[in-house]
């Protein structure tokens, strides 16, 4: 039986944590450990979490010495991982109860590497269904548009390289996934809405100017693109994220 591990990084999400890892915990598939990966210098929420999952052997809690972001968090909650695949969960999202059991099955049955499947966004007052059309995401087709929902990804921990995310404040995921489909790996799709993925409007995702700054980053440091081309990728790119939200 296949062990996953869930890698978690923490900062300051105590209104979402609990209802997050007891999603994890009420899964139907139950052969996991969660990687917590606190990362946050204040430690009073660390005491809270402690206090109400401390004691479970499922959960492995890694404080780090100062905040060394999401991106990072993640690399260093694989190094400690023991699990045959990886999925990731962001501390303000959660799943439904048979995430694990569907989309590992759907991994095995087929062996695929890198997968992902639908979800549903808790943006403001409405919510979005982010549901793919594509059965197959490639390397070209990604550069395009990423519609991947970190919270939704499970990879077999054999294509994951060493600092798999970037140190980027956003999207270090979006670098990730092209390092992989870039390899020649294809990401497939499940496609059903196992996660629900919720909007903070303090997260650094809401933050227009660090998406822009680090959108432009993916195309020209991390893809080797000259200057016109990510420029072109980004619009194309930034256009793709807004008409999802019309």
């Given amino acids: 039986m296949s062990f996953v ?7 300051k999400k105590i209104n979402h944590i609990y209802k997050t890892l ?9 052969n996991f450990e969660i990687i917590l ?10 005491d809270m979490i402690n206090e109400k999952f401390g004691k479970n052997r499922k959960i492995k809690i890694i404080k780090n010495n100062k905040n060394k ?3 990072v968090s993640r690399n260093i909650g694989i190094e400690y991982s023991a699990g045959d695949y990886i999925a990731f969960l962001d501390a303000d999202d959660f799943w439904y109860p048979k995430k694990l059991e569907k989309q590992l099955k759907f991994m095995n049955e087929n062996k695929y590497d890198f997968t992902f499947c639908d979800y549903k966004k808790n943006f403001k007052d409405s919510i979005i269904e982010v549901k793919f059309s594509e059965k197959r995401i490639n390397y070209k087709d990604l550069l395009k548009d990423c519609k991947i929902g970190l919270s939704t990804v499970m990879l077999n921990k054999k294509i994951i390289s060493n600092n798999f995310f970037p140190p980027l404040k956003t999207k270090e995921d ?5 390092k992989v489909t870039k390899s020649g790996i294809d990401a497939y ?5 196992l996660t629900v993925w919720n909007y903070s409007e303090n997260s650094l995702s809401s933050n227009f100017f660090q998406k822009m700054s680090d959108g432009f980053k993916v195309f020209y440091f991390y893809q080797g693109f000259n200057y016109i081309k990510s420029i072109y ?10 008409k999802r939200k019309i």
């Avoid at 591990?5 to 900062?11: G, Q």
């Avoid at 007891?22 to 139950?30: F, G």
């Fill in 5 to 11: 591990s869930v890698i978690i990084p923490y900062y």
């Fill in 22 to 30: 007891n999603s994890v915990l009420d899964q139907t598939y139950q």
């Fill in 37 to 46: 990966i606190y990362d946050d210098a204040n430690l009073v929420e660390l």
């Fill in 69 to 71: 972001g999401a991106g």
């Fill in 174 to 178: 979006y670098v990730a996934w092209l």
């Fill in 189 to 193: 799709n499940y496609p059903e809405i």
């Fill in 233 to 242: 990728y980004l619009i194309l790119l930034s256009f793709k994220s807004i």
